[in-house]
């Protein structure tokens, strides 16, 4: 008799019944299973003879029957006597409990994977993170910054605020993102972003904000912006360590009263702020004080540095200092006292 006689269906593509296989039965070994449940008194030569296979391959399948506890050994044994099988019912119950516990450890190996992986993730944004205590976690390095607004922007799921003024050198942990705001607004996420008067004139930057406003981005400018600021669905907000050195470090508050303040102090300056202008609009009447000049007197009368200056309106130093020389030769003045004192008699600070 062929192995095949003795190979009851449903079979997989491997042969063999499919259930068995799961317990550690191979095509093989079920077959002389079968056979001797049939004939237990037969030994190792009639079971070769009668499944038309020869006598290791009979003894690799007792081997293994004898590995998962469906047979035991007999104390004396003829020559063609062997093993002896353990009574079906108790040997293949055990091993189906045998092998649902290994199901359960493996699912359990799996959960605990599961969690590992988890806890990595959370590492891994959490690089460079320093939480003490409270609602406030701190995050050092541009590296982590830049993590945490990936993150925290990517889960975004009904409104994105920022307030975005432009660095200098550009680019930088804090530099919006473009094709994960571009995903935002494709998702539905209302995105509102405050930008500096002086990153229209930035061809890269013009390029990034006219690109977010044509996929429906609601834009405005002001000459000047206090800080770098995200605010995420109104439950959570990110801040720089030190607003002069916003590379350094943030800030995650998920604090509500922060949170209030923070959303009111953006919507102040949304109320101030202008639209953004079209791609070829008029930029102004000639001979009139820009808002962004005008933010610069300001900044002179309460006594910030040129480099301060500069900073906040997002400007090169250079930049910076052909305004004053720009206003000083339209107020005739020759300091930047005398520019501050006739701005301020103008009324323009």
Same mark, same amino acid.
């Given at each position: 008799?062929?192995?095949?006689?003795?190979?009851?269906?449903?079979?997989?593509?491997?042969?063999?019944t499919?259930?068995?296989?799961?317990?550690?039965? &191979?095509?093989?070994?079920?077959?002389?299973?079968?056979?001797?449940?049939?004939?237990p008194?037969?030994?190792? !030569?009639?079971?070769?003879?009668?499944?038309?296979?020869?006598?290791?391959?009979?003894?690799?399948?007792?081997?293994?029957?004898?590995?998962?506890?469906?047979l035991?050994?007999?104390?004396?044994?003829?020559? &063609?006597?062997?093993?002896?099988?353990?009574?079906?019912?108790?040997?293949? *119950?055990?091993?189906?409990?045998?092998?649902?516990n290994?199901? =359960?450890?493996?699912?359990?190996?799996?959960?605990?994977?599961?969690?590992?992986?988890?806890?990595?993730?959370?590492?891994?944004?959490?690089?460079?993170?320093d939480?003490r205590?409270?609602?406030?976690?701190?995050?050092?390095?541009?590296?982590?910054?830049?993590?945490?607004?990936?993150?925290?922007?990517?889960?975004?799921?009904?409104?994105?605020?920022?307030?975005?003024?432009?660095?200098?050198?550009?680019?930088?942990?804090?530099?919006?993102?473009?094709?994960?705001?571009?995903?935002?607004?494709?998702?539905?996420?209302?995105?509102?972003?405050?930008?500096?008067?002086? =990153?229209?004139?930035?061809?890269?930057?013009?390029?990034?904000v006219?690109?977010?406003?044509?996929? *429906?981005?609601?834009?405005?400018?002001?000459?000047?912006?206090?800080?770098?600021?995200?605010?995420?669905?109104?439950?959570?907000?990110?801040?720089?360590?030190?607003p002069?050195?916003?590379?350094?470090?943030?800030?995650?508050?998920?604090?509500?009263?922060?949170?209030?303040?923070?959303?009111a102090?953006?919507?102040?300056?949304? &109320?101030?702020?202008?639209?953004?202008?079209?791609?070829?609009? !008029?930029?102004?009447?000639?001979?009139?004080?820009?808002?962004?000049?005008?933010?610069?007197?300001?900044?002179?009368?309460?006594?910030?540095?040129?480099?301060?200056?500069?900073?906040?309106?997002?400007? %090169?130093?250079? %930049?910076?200092?052909?305004?004053?020389?720009?206003?000083?030769?339209?107020? *005739?003045?020759?300091?930047?006292?005398?520019?501050?004192?006739?701005?301020?008699?103008?009324?323009?600070?």
């Open positions: 008799m062929p192995w095949h006689a003795c190979a009851p269906a449903p079979t997989d593509d491997r042969g063999g499919l259930m068995l296989r799961v317990l550690g039965l &191979d095509f093989g070994t079920e077959a002389v299973y079968r056979l001797m449940l049939e004939h008194s037969w030994g190792v !030569d009639r079971l070769a003879e009668a499944l038309d296979t020869d006598r290791p391959a009979v003894a690799r399948a007792l081997d293994t029957l004898a590995d998962l506890a469906l035991r050994s007999t104390a004396s044994a003829g020559p &063609d006597d062997g093993p002896r099988l353990v009574p079906p019912r108790a040997a293949l *119950g055990a091993l189906l409990e045998r092998r649902q290994e199901l =359960t450890r493996t699912q359990l190996e799996i959960d605990a994977s599961r969690a590992a992986v988890a806890d990595l993730l959370t590492d891994y944004t959490a690089l460079g993170r939480a205590g409270g609602v406030v976690e701190r995050f050092t390095g541009p590296e982590a910054v830049q993590r945490l607004h990936t993150d925290l922007t990517g889960r975004a799921h009904g409104e994105l605020l920022a307030l975005a003024p432009t660095t200098v050198s550009g680019g930088g942990p804090w530099e919006l993102d473009v094709p994960l705001h571009l995903d935002l607004l494709a998702r539905g996420v209302k995105v509102r972003v405050l930008h500096l008067d002086s =990153t229209d004139g930035t061809p890269e930057r013009r390029r990034a006219r690109r977010l406003a044509a996929a *429906g981005a609601e834009i405005r400018t002001l000459p000047s912006l206090p800080l770098h600021l995200r605010i995420v669905d109104g439950t959570s907000a990110v801040l720089p360590l030190d002069d050195d916003p590379d350094r470090g943030a800030a995650l508050l998920n604090e509500p009263g922060a949170l209030t303040g923070l959303r102090l953006f919507t102040h300056l949304w &109320d101030e702020a202008a639209p953004l202008p079209d791609a070829d609009g !008029d930029t102004g009447e000639p001979g009139a004080y820009s808002p962004q000049e005008r933010a610069l007197l300001r900044f002179l009368a309460e006594g910030l540095t040129d480099e301060a200056a500069a900073r906040r309106l997002g400007i %090169s130093l250079r %930049s910076e200092r052909r305004m004053i020389s720009g206003l000083s030769a339209r107020f *005739g003045a020759h300091s930047r006292f005398q520019l501050g004192l006739q701005a301020a008699r103008s009324g323009l600070v």
